[in-house]
């Protein structure tokens, strides 16, 4: 049957301070299964004073539980050892005695002396002969219990002490080796390269050297011989050690830069250490190259110098944090346009002898009308409704025609360009077209009218969005970024120059943002309204003819243009792992909601979303799920899938 706990331990305990007299020599190598959980200290103290045939006396402060867990048998002096661990973690010790050891607090055990820790109660009076009464009383009174009384005669070397008996012989022996006549020892302190003549001067300058102690120098050995207390000695050691070191010798290292560039780096310590106009020759010593192939800096300096230089550089050279700048540009812009006229004339001989005729935007004149309607040629009336009369013949006649237009022209624009950027690192972000424009033409004409050696200049632009930033990041995670947006467009009109008219939106500017906060760049509200009025006097004014002596039109523009950015700190990978699973997912709902829809005929609509789900980072370069659906409809195989390997 197994027996488990610490009454397995008392079991064998038991067995053993059981046994016959002649079986005890046996008994005390005999072996002790232990497996304690929980279990009291003073219970456990027991088992151990009974297994190794120990007598304790334990304080009353003893408190506490054990757990030691043993799978296999011990000895009793084994057991002991644990026992005295035990003791070391409840912060317990033992003090020796004849018969019995006392098991006390660790700061207890200071004032108890070992022994046979007799109790009888004494006072002593103890002359002292080399130290001072002072000196003594301060070493040992934090090794006497708080009942005892210590004191001393003013004027005098004696010490008064009363205590127990066998704490008295443990502080009695102790004051007697601290009044032991002490002499002061004698130390060489050799130097390399200093003298020692002109170091003892210095020593001597100093006035280091206390009475009763002295320095002298050997010059053979070219040494320091110190006598006195270890205070002059080791004041002396350091102030030799200073003047003996070789001042100028050169040392040479190689750093490895891990983030900052090595070529900028260097110019920045290297005038840290130069002293710069104010101590000229300072760093003259001091060389500092960048190597930018391995991106290290090769630096010779003096030794003492070396420890510093390298110092700040790994202070530099940190992993700098990140900026993710979003930004979301929205303009919305309504054109709107009416327009209505009536014109009529009578023809005679081929020339306008009377009538109403008006000149508006997008309308042709009557007169420019009828003639191409006498001539058989087309003529464009324009936008919108028309109506249009002409009576007579070619000589004479009456013509007249009414128009109609209403019309709106509407745009919408939402781009959300993000750039990730280092700190203090300018980026840009372009997304247009590059366009031609014709900036000049030159041709040469000889003998006949066609020209010779025609050509044209041209000059390509971007026309389209433009996003530059550069971002510094403060203490207090603030974002101060130096801002340039542009958004260009072009608008489908010729200017009376020739070429294209392109619109244009820009904005220059520096902001200071708090890290994830959105900040409004610019607005634009704009509403224009404009009208053109033609009309004959007096006849315009007539009640219901007067419309037909009156042409108008009329304009409205409305724009609203909005710019908004928000910097977002990247302090880790972690970080960017994060954002980087967010664009993809708002990206992948995105491309999805614009896919065209797959009707299953073939040839299949190939799928355009992001192959991306924001799951796992390396999805988009792994090829295999396309591959798959390749394979499935029996198209040709892609090419395998891009591995890369872990080192």
Same mark, same amino acid.
């Given at each position: 049957?197994?027996?488990?706990?610490?009454?397995?331990?008392?079991?064998?305990?038991?067995?053993?301070?059981?046994?016959?007299?002649?079986?005890?020599?046996?008994?005390?190598? +005999?072996?002790?299964?232990?497996?304690?959980?929980?279990?009291?200290?003073?219970?456990?103290?027991?088992?151990?004073?009974?297994?190794?045939?120990?007598?304790?006396?334990?304080?009353?402060?003893?408190?506490?539980?054990?757990?030691?867990?043993?799978?296999?048998?011990?000895?009793?002096?084994?057991?002991?050892?644990?026992?005295?661990?035990?003791?070391?973690?409840?912060?317990?010790?033992?003090?020796?005695?004849?018969?019995?050891?006392?098991?006390?607090?660790?700061?207890?055990? /200071?004032?108890?002396?070992?022994?046979?820790?007799?109790?009888?109660?004494?006072?002593?009076?103890?002359?002292?002969?080399?130290?001072?009464?002072?000196?003594?009383?301060?070493?040992?009174?934090?090794?006497?219990?708080?009942?005892?009384?210590?004191?001393?005669?003013?004027?005098?070397?004696?010490?008064?002490?009363?205590?127990?008996?066998?704490?008295?012989?443990?502080?009695?022996?102790?004051?007697?080796?601290?009044?032991?006549?002490?002499?002061?020892?004698?130390?060489?302190?050799?130097?390399?390269?200093?003298?020692?003549?002109?170091?003892?001067?210095?020593?001597?300058?100093?006035?280091?050297?206390?009475?009763?102690?002295?320095?002298?120098?050997?010059?053979?050995?070219?040494?320091?011989?110190?006598?006195? *207390?270890?205070?002059?000695?080791?004041?002396?050691?350091?102030? +030799?050690?200073?003047?003996?070191?070789?001042?100028?010798?050169?040392?040479?290292?190689?750093?490895?830069?891990?983030?900052?560039?090595?070529?900028?780096?260097?110019?920045?310590?290297?005038?840290?250490?130069?002293?710069? %106009?104010?101590?000229?020759?300072?760093?003259?010593?001091?060389?500092?190259?960048?190597?930018?192939?391995?991106?290290?800096?090769?630096?010779?300096?003096?030794?003492?110098?070396?420890?510093?230089?390298?110092?700040?550089? /790994?202070?530099?050279?940190?992993?700098?944090?990140?900026?993710?700048?979003?930004?979301?540009?929205?303009?919305?812009?309504?054109?709107?346009?009416?327009?209505?006229?009536?014109?009529?004339?009578?023809?005679?001989?081929?020339?306008?002898?009377?009538?109403?005729?008006?000149?508006?935007?997008?309308?042709?004149?009557?007169?420019?009308?009828?003639?191409?309607?006498?001539?058989?040629?087309?003529?464009?009336?324009?936008?919108?409704?028309?109506? $249009? %009369?002409? %009576?007579?013949?070619?000589?004479?006649?009456? %013509?007249?025609?009414?128009?109609?237009? +209403?019309?709106?022209?509407?745009?919408?624009?939402?781009?959300?360009?993000?750039?990730?950027?280092?700190?203090?690192?300018?980026?840009?972000?372009?997304?247009?077209?590059?366009?031609?424009?014709?900036? $000049?033409?030159?041709?040469?004409? $000889?003998?006949?009218?066609?020209?010779?050696? *025609?050509?044209?200049?041209?000059?390509?632009?971007?026309?389209?969005?433009?996003?530059?930033?550069?971002?510094?990041?403060?203490?207090?995670?603030?974002?101060?970024?130096?801002?340039?947006?542009?958004?260009?467009?072009?608008?489908?009109?010729?200017?009376?120059?020739?070429?294209?008219?392109?619109?244009?939106?820009?904005?220059?500017?520096?902001?200071?943002?708090?890290?994830?906060?959105?900040?409004?760049?610019?607005?634009?509200?704009?509403?224009?309204?404009?009208?053109?009025?033609?009309?004959?006097?007096?006849?315009?004014?007539?009640?219901?003819?007067?419309?037909?002596?009156?042409?108008?039109?009329?304009?409205?523009?409305?724009?609203?243009?909005?710019?908004?950015?928000?910097?977002?700190?990247?302090?880790?990978?972690?970080?960017?792992?994060?954002?980087?699973?967010?664009?993809?997912?708002?990206?992948?709902?995105?491309?999805?909601?614009?896919?065209? *829809?797959?009707?299953? /005929?073939?040839?299949?609509?190939?799928?355009? +979303?992001?192959?991306?789900?924001?799951?796992?980072?390396?999805?988009?370069?792994?090829?295999?799920?396309?591959?798959?659906?390749?394979?499935?409809?029996?198209?040709?195989?892609?090419?395998?899938?891009?591995?890369?390997?872990?080192?």
């Amino acid at each position: 049957m197994k027996v488990h706990g610490w009454m397995r331990v008392a079991l064998a305990a038991l067995m053993l301070g059981s046994a016959a007299p002649g079986l005890l020599v046996g008994a005390a190598r +005999a072996q002790v299964a232990l497996d304690l959980r929980d279990a009291d200290l003073r219970s456990f103290v027991q088992i151990v004073s009974e297994a190794t045939g120990r007598n304790f006396v334990l304080d009353p402060q003893v408190r506490g539980t054990v757990t030691v867990l043993a799978p296999g048998t011990m000895s009793p002096a084994a057991l002991y050892e644990v026992f005295l661990n035990v003791l070391e973690l409840n912060r317990l010790t033992i003090v020796a005695g004849v018969d019995a050891d006392r098991i006390v607090p660790l700061g207890t055990a /200071r004032e108890l002396s070992p022994g046979s820790g007799t109790g009888g109660y004494e006072t002593r009076v103890i002359e002292l002969r080399s130290a001072t009464p002072q000196e003594v009383v301060e070493v040992i009174r934090p090794l006497l219990p708080s009942e005892a009384v210590v004191s001393t005669v003013p004027g005098s070397r004696l010490i008064i002490l009363s205590d127990r008996n066998g704490n008295l012989r443990r502080i009695g022996d102790l004051i007697a080796r601290l009044d032991a006549p002490r002499d002061d020892p004698i130390e060489m302190v050799r130097l390399r390269n200093a003298d020692a003549t002109e170091v003892l001067q210095v020593v001597q300058a100093m006035d280091l050297v206390p009475a009763g102690a002295s320095v002298t120098v050997d010059k053979r050995s070219n040494a320091l011989v110190v006598s006195g *207390p270890e205070d002059l000695r080791s004041r002396v050691r350091a102030l +030799a050690g200073r003047l003996d070191g070789q001042q100028g010798t050169m040392a040479s290292s190689v750093v490895q830069i891990n983030y900052a560039d090595a070529a900028a780096l260097s110019d920045v310590v290297l005038r840290s250490f130069s002293g710069g %106009a104010e101590q000229p020759g300072a760093g003259q010593d001091i060389r500092i190259i960048a190597e930018p192939q391995t991106n290290s800096m090769l630096i010779t300096a003096p030794q003492e110098r070396m420890g510093d230089i390298v110092a700040m550089i /790994r202070h530099l050279d940190r992993r700098p944090t990140q900026v993710l700048v979003e930004a979301v540009i929205f303009e919305m812009s309504v054109e709107g346009f009416s327009d209505l006229s009536a014109q009529f004339g009578a023809v005679l001989n081929n020339a306008s002898v009377g009538g109403v005729q008006f000149s508006l935007d997008g309308r042709p004149s009557l007169t420019s009308l009828v003639s191409s309607v006498l001539k058989s040629n087309g003529s464009d009336v324009g936008s919108g409704g028309v109506v $249009g %009369a002409v %009576a007579g013949d070619t000589e004479r006649g009456f %013509a007249a025609f009414l128009s109609a237009v +209403a019309q709106t022209n509407s745009t919408k624009l939402l781009s959300t360009p993000s750039i990730l950027t280092v700190n203090n690192q300018e980026a840009e972000i372009v997304v247009a077209q590059n366009v031609p424009f014709v900036t $000049g033409s030159f041709s040469t004409v $000889g003998d006949s009218a066609l020209p010779e050696s *025609p050509f044209q200049t041209i000059e390509r632009q971007d026309v389209g969005l433009t996003l530059n930033v550069t971002p510094q990041i403060n203490a207090d995670n603030t974002v101060r970024m130096t801002v340039k947006q542009e958004v260009s467009n072009l608008t489908n009109s010729q200017s009376s120059a020739g070429g294209e008219i392109t619109a244009r939106r820009a904005l220059s500017t520096t902001v200071l943002v708090k890290g994830g906060n959105v900040i409004l760049l610019g607005g634009l509200l704009e509403d224009g309204f404009g009208t053109v009025s033609q009309r004959v006097p007096g006849l315009s004014r007539l009640p219901l003819v007067g419309g037909l002596f009156k042409g108008k039109n009329a304009s409205r523009n409305q724009r609203v243009l909005l710019v908004m950015l928000r910097p977002r700190i990247v302090n880790s990978e972690e970080d960017a792992k994060r954002l980087t699973r967010e664009v993809a997912r708002d990206t992948r709902r995105a491309s999805l909601a614009i896919q065209p *829809p797959d009707d299953g /005929r073939f040839p299949s609509t190939p799928t355009g +979303a992001l192959p991306f789900d924001g799951a796992d980072l390396n999805q988009p370069f792994d090829a295999g799920f396309i591959d798959d659906v390749a394979q499935r409809r029996n198209l040709p195989p892609l090419p395998t899938r891009l591995r890369f390997s872990d080192n």
